[in-house]
């Protein structure tokens, strides 16, 4: 009966051990489950855990307003597929790529929200962005730049690097942006005929955009029209020489072709880089008329000029019928140069020269006489020359006149003058250079041609 006894104590002992045991496991579990953060499916109580303390690990997450870097630059580049842009810091003239995504936002110089498609290519923008991760937080138009748009009286000087808006003259700098169309181009691209805008910070133009290009003009079957002269619109009037090709600002012209009193009006449409022919063949030419033009001069001792002749103004002068240069000089007069049109059997002219007094620093100046363009092929060497090395294969045109084939010359006449280049299957180029006054030759030598995507698919 004793052993009974104690063997039952022995049972009863061992329960409660193992009581107690289970009760301080579930209270170490207890305690372990308040130290760690459930998801939101584990929680079993409705009482949030205390959160534990916060550890630096040095990850910044991405928002609307981080950014740890900023800079004024030019935008020259997108690249849609990766949804980048790209810029030119002004500063150090180095381009950088940075990312977009739903966070960078746009404005404009008053800081309203705009799209990136109300940005364009050659702009001045304040930018901020992530350095480390080339993530761009804001872009907004320049408060400090200002811009000039669809500029179309300005002078260029690209020898000291200058160009004159107004009364105004900015410089050009290593960094300044040329854009046409959406690409990247070279100051030696732009011609005095293309319309333009502007942006610069200060005194100092950072980019220049062609908003109104040019292209080229080209008459067939013209053999009866050369010596005869082209308007083209209201601003250009040219004598036709042989395989003459004209630049022109885009746009549609009414192109009025004559000589010797026969001709006609076309109408052509120019595009932006293109080359385009007016066939004037059907255009009749009638019989030899003249007429006689009676010239009054004054001063009397004025000096005249009928198409680069000189002529005897004292007397009738007797002029085929269509249209004429006249340039008109006299020592200690202005010069003038127009354009008169013969087509009745007699006509008056009236010329007037206005007197120049000079300054007593400077002598006064005289205008030289009028010079003909020199022939393809001219052998004269008594002169200086400017010579085209390359592209080789070419054809030249000197203002429009051809002069030949690369590598060809030509005579050195100081100024802007605009070169064009043409191989058949290639994109037409132009270029304006500037010749100094030097007693020297000059040499050039331009970018290969590109083939023509169009002739050439």
Known sequence: MREYICENRERNTKRKRGRVLAVCMIMTLVSLCGCVQLSPENWWSSTPSPAPDRVDTGFVVTGPDSYDSADTAVFVGRNEEENTVTFLNLDLGRRYTLSMDGTTRMYDRHGEAISLGQISLGD????????????????????????????????MNAARGEISIGSEAYKLTSNTQYLSGGRAIELMDLNAADVLSF??????????????????LRLTNDENFVGGWIEVGQSMIRQITEDMLLLIPEGSYEVNVTNKGGGGVKTVVIHRNEETELDVGDLKIPEPQSGIVLFSLEPTETELYIDGKKVNASRPVELEYGLHQMIARAEGYQPITQYIRVSRESVGVEVKLEQVVPSQEEPAATTPPPTQTPSPGETNTDYYRVYVDSPEGAEVYLDGNYVGVVPCSFRKTSGAHVIILRKTDYETRSYTIQVDDEERDLSFSFADLVENTLTNP
């Open 124 to 155: 001045i923008v304040d930018v901020t962005f992530l350095k480390a991760k080339k993530h761009l937080t804001t872009m907004r138009l320049s408060s400090r730049a200002w811009s000039f748009t669809n500029v179309q009286n300005y002078e």
């Open 199 to 216: 942006q610069g910070i200060g005194n100092q133009i950072f980019s220049v955009r062609v908003e109104k290009g040019h292209g080229y």
